[in-house]
């Protein structure tokens, strides 16, 4: 009898070692799962009025472009992180028409060389998570095309794969009229992004090739030949 007893004793002990371990585990991904990158949490602080300026930085330089567009045959122009953060966060905030997917809110861009960094906040209603996005940007091998290498995808600092994250992101470049698929025989690292050929306003039609894109920290680069 005493040494089923202490049997029984030694098998309750690793039960609740093991349930212990479990429940560490759990916590631990949790807590992964929980992390908030640091230049993400920096981004999501500034404030609307830093943004402003930045924002109307970048509407005068596409007012530039849509007025340079008629009159030359080469476009450089820049456009910096903090400009594109700036519009995602003020016309794609919380009260603009502009829809981003069901349940992902706050986007930023970490702009770097050789990769950039797309964040986002998953919300559902038992859970909050943010995901990061490490890619590489570069022009395709075809004439108007981007491609965006995925590198990594993180929930949290925990390192996944985001299928459904990837539906819902084509589902809302469809919706937004982007020319977005995936390049085949990747499996679903390499996205391409198809820019149009041609700019037409009423009666006036412009070619257009992208022949340079460089990114590099903080700023993008795009040199454009008009036809």
Known sequence: MLRIKKRWRRILHIVLAVSVLILLACLFILWL???VPLNYQTALVVENEVHQPHLVALQETVDNIKDDIWNRDKLVFEVSE???NAWLAMELGPQSSRALPEGIKQPRIELGKPQQTLYFTIE?????VVISIVVQIALGDNLNTVEI???SVHAGSLPVRMKRAFDEIESAMARQGVD????PGTNREVAVVTIPSQVRIKN???NLSVRELSIDDDVVEVTVELD
Do not use: Y
Not at 124 to 128: H, L, V
Not at 180 to 183: A, E, G, H, M, S
């Open 180 to 183: 977005f698929r995936w390049k």
């Open 204 to 206: 006036k039609q412009k």
């Open 33 to 35: 799962l929980q992390t």
């Open 124 to 128: 559902r209603p038992r859970f909050t």
């Open 82 to 84: 903090q400009q594109i």
């Open 149 to 151: 290498r995925i590198g």
